[in-house]
Every structure is written in structure tokens, then in C-alpha cells.
């Protein structure tokens, strides 16, 4: 096993990794208004059922012009929307059925198509539709020196060298020898991006109401539905755009796990956004890299780089689940970990308290440990001690003048309740010392001109 | 003529080829299977989950064959490589169980980053493969789209034993799985281990995805899962029947599907499979007569037929004249948006019914009978409005105007109330001779 090797090398990693970051990038801002609205998986549904469509267009164009398969795309999938309403309405089908049934058989006629002969022999196979080809994206001629980078034809291409033509048969003796700009594929990418990032902050706002709550923004008078179908057909383009170079597996991970991760670390839209964005820049190129460097290290081939974003992605979502500062596992442990602290400290204080009430200020450990149980009066007890609030002393714990209070409070909060459960929402007095035991650690408390509590125990008076 | 090949017929009745016939009992056999395991992955609305399942068993595949090639072992073994499919399938449906547990993401999401993420880790695997493996990929990505043609007999037979497997247990398990499927809460406080028959439910569908990836391909498996149950859904109301008929006719998509992509060069199965599927869905859409498109629109044709019949007699009645003039009638199709080809088939239902005698350039001339009917419609909709105005807060929540149930709906002393206070108003409302209210 070796170090992991990554040598960039303009010529065969360039566009490539251009055109993984830039169907990400358009994917990834589209996905967030998705997951939002809880049809991530119609960006799923779409990208299988554009198949047909991008066939259909092939045949009719006779050519892979961009535009007629972006029409393709774009017609199969506003039918697969359509399809799917039809099919949940008409049949009362529930969605996720409706989609399964539009999604699978549109996919199989466009598989169907595909492996039909006539076009079978040229260059769309149904593979290449899954994992894309990103590999073949590589610049034949790179540039050479930074004039040539200033320079415009370097970018759209020029003849190096005119075909030589015998001017007496005709014939060509030699082809010309070009200089290849900019791959089309990776233009057409930057044009969906360019698009999916003009659609997004026009329409922010209308997106953003849809988003949270359709209902609101039809009242409000623009139509939700219309923005609907607007955000699917941006789908199907950010698909039709991308699946050439980097197949529709890339586009569907591209759309959800991006947005979903972002949806770990904030709570807001367009933090969310701009964290989507990263993590799908992160994963693009992190997954470029890794599939050379990972294999490397064992001497072994590189794998599929649209393949190995996908994982990157997956990877990322996975750390984010785990550590992120606002909802990861970890985070919320440490926070679960505190309250349970703080409830076992208040559950100590109240209860040395009692003891203190009905005249024994020291209280033996083993006595304690009948009410604040195992490992949580260890911490409640250290808690208590860092705080100043108990002494310890032989094994008997007794409450400072400071824990006195603290545990007063306590007692007077969980009695208030008591009282207010009784005396204003009628429950019956043996069943409110549960409620109240959990409404006792919360800061705010009723406001009751009372000195007793239902059980005729006097309340400490306030501090 | 020597070579030509088998007949449709000969393929249709097994005489066309062992390995033929072969392939078409399998995939009809597993057509059936999947159709009857399906019905309760739909009923539980776990069409999508079955689909990041089947996309899941991908890096499994290529797991398996990288493990069993590097033990030394024969890496393209089927029993090998479909161990390895059920393995991460089922990571996959805990890794989706698990976000949707400790996450705040919802199922959609879930069930996309399972499905695209799974499915990347095996694309990575079979290209490792390809690439670094001088016998290549080539059967493992046969996986990815199916190749029925190619299959084995060994490989039929173990798939047939998973389809017939699946079917027996699902059988044997009928009540169980209905019970959860309907009413898993009921079933929980009743004593029944809810999460074991799901558990069982989970499986099965595992296993019958595993056993068609090699079929129609681990993207289309799951359209032989949902189609044939969705399908069946119009056609039935009872859950028996309800599986019988996803097995027919996930058995007739697979049987048909794998004799149509045999006949044709270069069609391949799984996609005709689909497609076939497809058409008995579409067929069953239209024209099922429990919940089809056209029973349904014919029975709302009824209610509005019966409802603008109504609405006619009423008419006449109120306005005290056996003879409806034939501006009146215009009148009434204006206010109530009748076309004129629903006129002519109101008109039909209401001398079909009796209640008209016939129709002239004058106008149409109501029957007694029709009279009759007009004064109960105007009866029930003045103590109708009545009761709205009056009662309206007791009013029960799903009466319709129906002029039938009027006086089943609403009790004896209600209605006498009404008449009173319609009465107050100095409106009068006689039930017709030989009616009781």
C-alpha cells in the first residue's frame, strides 16, 4: 500500500472534473426546493423517465443536437408530472405507486428504444445513460502557455492545420488537424447552471413561500402549481444537460443528498442553499480525486469518477449526520447527556430538600441513591459539589445555604403546579404530582397567592 | 426456411427450445410471485422503498463477486452473488429505517439518498472491476438492465424456487399480512408480533427482488412489484382476490413479456416485461369496472342524470303545470350548464323512468308520477334550506342533497318542527298522496 497519488493533468482532468462540479453545482441548487417540498423523489422519477424522450428526440432530430434533446427531455419530463397526477387522480393511487408505475414503464420503452436497432449503431447506449462518460471528456490539444490561455480560440476551437485537398480528384490526402475548444457537453452544462441560478434568484421568493407552504402561495395569487411544473421542467434540463457526461446516477444523488445534507446544518433557506452548494462542489471534486487516488494506493486502476461522486456525496451526508453542530447524532447526545444532568441535579436539590423539611439536614448517600438512581446522582452529586450547592461530608450530604434556595425554588415550582392543576384545571389531586415532577424543571411557573399545595404542604416562598 | 426459428405459438406453448420454455415458465413464475408479494408492499406504501432496495443490491453484486474471485472461489457463481444482493438490500432498508429515525429528513429523501448512493458505491464496483480485472465485468453488469436469454438453467430453477417460495409463504400468511396491512395498530393491541410480520413481509420482497434482477434487471424489478398490484386495485375490493389477481397478472406480464422479447431480435426482456405490465395497467385505468376511469365516469354521469332530473321535475311541480314549456327547459340548462347532448339523454333516463309522457316542440310534458316526484324534490329542498338555517349546527356531516334520504336522515319530529316553522314563514309543503312522512 502507497501513499494516494493524485496528479492533476489538464488534458484528461480539466473537463472532466469541470463538468462533474458544474451538473452538481445546477443539480444541487435545484434539489433543495425538492427535498423542501418532500418530492425528492421526483427528481428521481424524471431522471429515468427522460430516457424515452431524449430517444424519441434522437430519432425525429436524426442528430445529438442539444436543443432537440433538450425538447425531448423537456416534453418527457412534464409528462411524467403529468402522468403521475393523472395516475394518482384518475386511480387514487397513492404517490409513491403512481410515480413507480410512470417512472418504471416510461424507462423501459426508452430501454426498449435504445436497444432497438436503429439505434443501436450510434453512440447512445443505455450505460452510458446510468454511469455517463465522463472519462471521454478529455482536451486533446491542452494549452500550452498562459498566451494561449488570454486567447478566445483556445476555448472554441480552431484548424491547427486546413485538410489537404488533391485539387485535381478532389480527394482529400490528409484531414484537417483541429484544436478542440471547449467540450460541448461541458458548455451545454454551464448553460443549465447559468439558467437553474437566473430561475432560482428570479423566482427566489415565489420558490421559497411554494416551498414551505403551497397553499399560502396560491392564496397569495401566483400560481404554486405553474411554479410546479416551471421547477420540473429545470429538472428535467439539469438532467438532460448532465446525462451525457456524467450519467443520471450522478443527477439524482446530485439533487437529493446535497440538499439533504445542508438540511443537517441549518435551518435556514439560504444557509441551506449555500451549504448545498458546497457540499456539492466538496463532493464532485473530492469524488474526481478519489477516483484515482483511492485505487492508487494499491496500484490499482481508477474507478468511475461519476460513480465515486456519488459516494463522495454519500460520505459527506454521512459525516453530516453524525457531527453536525446543529442536528448531528453527536451534538444531540451531548445535549440529551445535559438535560438529563440538569433534571438529576434539580431531582437531588428537591429532594435533599424534603429531608431538610421534615428536619434532617444531612442525608446519607445510600438514602439518596433510592431516589436519584446509579450513574446520575455520581454526576448530580459532582454537579452539585462544582457548584457550591451540597457539601459532602462521612457520606452525609447536606445542602448549602445556596443549594437551600435552589432547592426551594424547586419545591415551590413543582408545588404551584400542583396547586394550579387542582385548583384551575380541575385534575384531581392524586394525579398531578407526576406533571407536576416534570413541569418543576422549566423555568416559568403559575402565579398563585397560595401557601399551601393540595397535599396541605406549605410552599417556599419565592426568592 | 432451415433455420427459421421458433413459431409465437410454439414459443406461447412451450414447444419452442428447453432453454426458451425455460425462460418463460421463470419469468412467469416470478411475474406471479412478485405480483402477490407486491399487493402488501403497495398496501404498506412501500412501492418506492422496493425501488431503492432493488438499486441497492448493486454494490452487493459486485461485492460478492470481488470476495468469492479473491477466496479463490468461481466469482460469477449465481447462489454467490445474489447472497451478496440480499445483504446490502436489506443495509439499504435499515439505512433508510435509520435516517428517517435519526434524522429530521423525511422518507423521499431517505429513500433517494439510499437508492442513488447504494446504486454509486456498485457503479464504483463494477468499474473497479472492469478495470482492473482481465476477465472484466462482463455478466455482472448484466445485472443493471437483465438478461433472461443468457440465464441458466440452474439460474431459472433457483429463481422459480425463490418465486414459488414467496408465493406459498404468502399464502400461508394471507390473514397475518392483511391484518398488519390494514390495521396495524389493531393488530398490535391484539397480541400480534407487528414487527415480525413486517419483518416477514420485508423479506419477501427482498427475496423475490433478488430473485428477478437477473431477469428484467434490478432498475425494472421493482415495476413487476407495484404495476401488477396497482393494476389489480381497480379491479377489486377484497384482498384475496385483490392477490390472486396481482399474481395473474404479474405471471400474464412475465409469460407474455418473455415470449414477445424472444420473438423479436435484440428486445430486451425485462423491458418488454415492463411494458406489457404497463399495458395491463393502463388497460385496468381504463376500463376496470370497480374503479376504472370509465365505470367511474359513467357512475358520476348517473348521479348528474339523476340529480338534473330532479332538478327538472322540480321545476315543473313549483311552477303548477303539467306542461314544461320549452323556454323554461332552455332556462334550466342555462342556470344549470346542461349541453344539449345531456338534454337529449336527461330527457331519455326521465321517459325511461316514467316521469315524463312525452316531449313536443311546446315543451315537455311531465307524467303524475313525475309530478309527484317534482313535489317531494320541492318539498325536501324547502325543508332542506329550512333545516340549514335553522339546525345547521346539528347537521350531520356527510348527508348529501339527495331527495331520497332526506327523511332517513333526518327524524320524524325534526321534520314536523320544520313544517312548523316553514309554515311560520306561511310556506307550505304537503307530502304527495301516498307518501308518508
Given at each position: 500500500m502507497s501513499w494516494p497519488a493524485f496528479q492533476f493533468d489538464v488534458a484528461l482532468d480539466l473537463f472532466p472534473m469541470l463538468a462533474g462540479l458544474l451538473a452538481a453545482v445546477g443539480c444541487g441548487l435545484l434539489g433543495n426546493f425538492l427535498v423542501l417540498r418532500r418530492i425528492s423523489l421526483m427528481g428521481d422519477a424524471i431522471s429515468h423517465s427522460v430516457l424515452p424522450g431524449l430517444v424519441i428526440a434522437f430519432l425525429i432530430?436524426?442528430?445529438?443536437s442539444p436543443l432537440a434533446m433538450f425538447v425531448g427531455a423537456a416534453v418527457a419530463g412534464i409528462a411524467t408530472v403529468v402522468l403521475v397526477e393523472l395516475v394518482k387522480k384518475l386511480g387514487r393511487v397513492e404517490p409513491g405507486a403512481a410515480m413507480g408505475v410512470v417512472f418504471s414503464v416510461l424507462f423501459a420503452l426508452g430501454v426498449l428504444l435504445i436497444e432497438?436497432?436503429?439505434?443501436?449503431?450510434?453512440?447512445?447506449d443505455a450505460d452510458c445513460v446510468l454511469h455517463g462518460q465522463l472519462e471521454t471528456l478529455f482536451w486533446t490539444t491542452p494549452v500550452q502557455s498562459w498566451d494561449e490561455v488570454f486567447q478566445l480560440r483556445t476555448w472554441t476551437g480552431y484548424v491547427i492545420d486546413p485538410a489537404v485537398v488533391n485539387p485535381e480528384t478532389g480527394e482529400v490526402v490528409r484531414s484537417a488537424i483541429y484544436h478542440q475548444g471547449v467540450p460541448r457537453q461541458v458548455v451545454t452544462l454551464a448553460v443549465m447552471v447559468l439558467a437553474a441560478f437566473a430561475f432560482v434568484g428570479l423566482l427566489f421568493k415565489e420558490l421559497r413561500i411554494a416551498a414551505f407552504d403551497p397553499a399560502l402561495a396560491t392564496t397569495l395569487g401566483f400560481n404554486a402549481s405553474a411554479l410546479h411544473y416551471a421547477l420540473m421542467v429545470f429538472v428535467a434540463a439539469a438532467t438532460v444537460a448532465s446525462f451525457e457526461a456524467v450519467g443520471s446516477i450522478l443527477v439524482i444523488a446530485m439533487l437529493i443528498c446535497p440538499a439533504a445534507t445542508a438540511r443537517l446544518m441549518t435551518d435556514r433557506l439560504l444557509a441551506q442553499i449555500a451549504w448545498s452548494l458546497a457540499f456539492a462542489i466538496a463532493a464532485s471534486i473530492g469524488g474526481y480525486v478519489a477516483a484515482t487516488a483511492i485505487p492508487s494506493m494499491w496500484g490499482k486502476e481508477p474507478v468511475n469518477a461519476a460513480g465515486s461522486m456519488t459516494v463522495a456525496a454519500g460520505v459527506l451526508l454521512t459525516l453530516a449526520i453524525v457531527v453536525s453542530p446543529k442536528h448531528g447524532l453527536v451534538v444531540r447526545a451531548i445535549r440529551r447527556r445535559r438535560l438529563a444532568a440538569s433534571v438529576a441535579l434539580d431531582d437531588l436539590l428537591a429532594a435533599l430538600f424534603r429531608f431538610a423539611e421534615q428536619g434532617e439536614p444531612k442525608v446519607p448517600r445510600a438514602r439518596l441513591a433510592q431516589l436519584v438512581p446509579g450513574i446520575r446522582l455520581d454526576r448530580a452529586l459532582g454537579l452539585a459539589r462544582k457548584r457550591d450547592l451540597v457539601t459532602l461530608d462521612d457520606g452525609l450530604v447536606a445542602l448549602t445555604p445556596t443549594g437551600l434556595d435552589t432547592g426551594g425554588a424547586i419545591i415551590r415550582r413543582h408545588r404551584l403546579w400542583e396547586t394550579y392543576l387542582v385548583?384551575?384545571?380541575?385534575?384531581s389531586p392524586d394525579h398531578v404530582h407526576e406533571t407536576a415532577e416534570r413541569l418543576e424543571h422549566l423555568p416559568p411557573q403559575p402565579d398563585l397567592p397560595a401557601d399551601t399545595d393540595p397535599h396541605g404542604k406549605a410552599i417556599p416562598p419565592g426568592v | 426456411m432451415i433455420d427459421a426459428g421458433p413459431s409465437l405459438v410454439e414459443t406461447l406453448t412451450f414447444r419452442a427450445g428447453f432453454n426458451t420454455s425455460l425462460v418463460v415458465a421463470g419469468t412467469t413464475l416470478l411475474g406471479l410471485a412478485a405480483g402477490v408479494v407486491g399487493v402488501f408492499a403497495m398496501l404498506r406504501k412501500r412501492a418506492l422503498m422496493a425501488d431503492a432496495l432493488s438499486h441497492a443490491t448493486l454494490p452487493g453484486i459486485a461485492a460478492a463477486f470481488l470476495a468469492a474471485s479473491w477466496l479463490g472461489a468461481e466469482g460469477r457463481s449465481m447462489p454467490v452473488l445474489l447472497a451478496g444482493a440480499v445483504f446490502t438490500g436489506v443495509l439499504g432498508v435499515l439505512a433508510i429505517q435509520a435516517i428517517l429515525r435519526y434524522t429530521r429528513l423525511h422518507e423521499d429523501a431517505a429513500i433517494g439518498i439510499v437508492l442513488s448512493v447504494f446504486f454509486g458505491v456498485g457503479v464504483v464496483g463494477l468499474s473497479y472491476i472492469q478495470a482492473n480485472r482481465a476477465d472484466g465485468s462482463a455478466g455482472i453488469d448484466?445485472?443493471?438492465?437483465?438478461?433472461a436469454a443468457s440465464m441458466q438453467p440452474s439460474d431459472v430453477r433457483l429463481m422459480a424456487g425463490i418465486a414459488i417460495f414467496g408465493v406459498l409463504a404468502t399464502a400461508l400468511l394471507l390473514k397475518e399480512f392483511t391484518l398488519v396491512a390494514f390495521n396495524d395498530a389493531f393488530a398490535r393491541v391484539t397480541g400480534w408480533p407487528v414487527s415480525l410480520i413486517d419483518l416477514l413481509m420485508m423479506a419477501l420482497v427482498v427475496l423475490v427482488t433478488v430473485a428477478g434482477i437477473q431477469a428484467v434487471g434490478l432498475i425494472l424489478v421493482v415495476a413487476l412489484l407495484i404495476i401488477p398490484s396497482v393494476a389489480a386495485r381497480f379491479w377489486t375490493e377484497r384482498i384475496w382476490l385483490l392477490v390472486l389477481l396481482a399474481g395473474v397478472f404479474g405471471a400474464a406480464s412475465g409469460y407474455l413479456g418473455a415470449v414477445i422479447s424472444s420473438m423479436l431480435p435484440r428486445k430486451p426482456a425485462g423491458a418488454v416485461i415492463v411494458l406489457t405490465a404497463g399495458g395491463v395497467f393502463a388497460l385496468s385505468l381504463i376500463a376496470a369496472p370497480a374503479r376504472g376511469v370509465i365505470a367511474a365516469s359513467f357512475r358520476r354521469l348517473g348521479l348528474r342524470l339523476r340529480i338534473a332530473s330532479d332538478h327538472l321535475l322540480e321545476a315543473a311541480f313549483e311552477r303548477g303545470d303539467h306542461l314544461l314549456s320549452r323556454a323554461a327547459v332552455d332556462d334550466l340548462a342555462t342556470v344549470r350548464g346542461w349541453s344539449t347532448p345531456f338534454r337529449v339523454l336527461l330527457l331519455f333516463r326521465l321517459r325511461l323512468a316514467g316521469f315524463v309522457a312525452g316531449s313536443t316542440k311546446a315543451g315537455v310534458s311531465v307524467s303524475p308520477a313525475g309530478l309527484a316526484r317534482g313535489q317531494r324534490v320541492s318539498r325536501n329542498h324547502a325543508l332542506w334550506e329550512q333545516y340549514l338555517i335553522s339546525d345547521a349546527d346539528i347537521a350531520?356531516?356527510?348527508?348529501?342533497?339527495?331527495v331520497d334520504q332526506v327523511e332517513h336522515v333526518l327524524s320524524d319530529e325534526l321534520i314536523a318542527r320544520l313544517e312548523a316553522r316553514l309554515a311560520e314563514r306561511g310556506i307550505s309543503v304537503p307530502a304527495p298522496a301516498g307518501h308518508s312522512s
Open positions: 432530430a436524426t442528430s445529438r432497438s436497432a436503429a439505434v443501436r449503431h450510434v453512440d447512445l385548583e384551575q384545571a380541575g385534575v | 448484466a445485472f443493471i438492465y437483465g438478461q350531520p356531516s356527510h348527508v348529501d342533497w339527495s
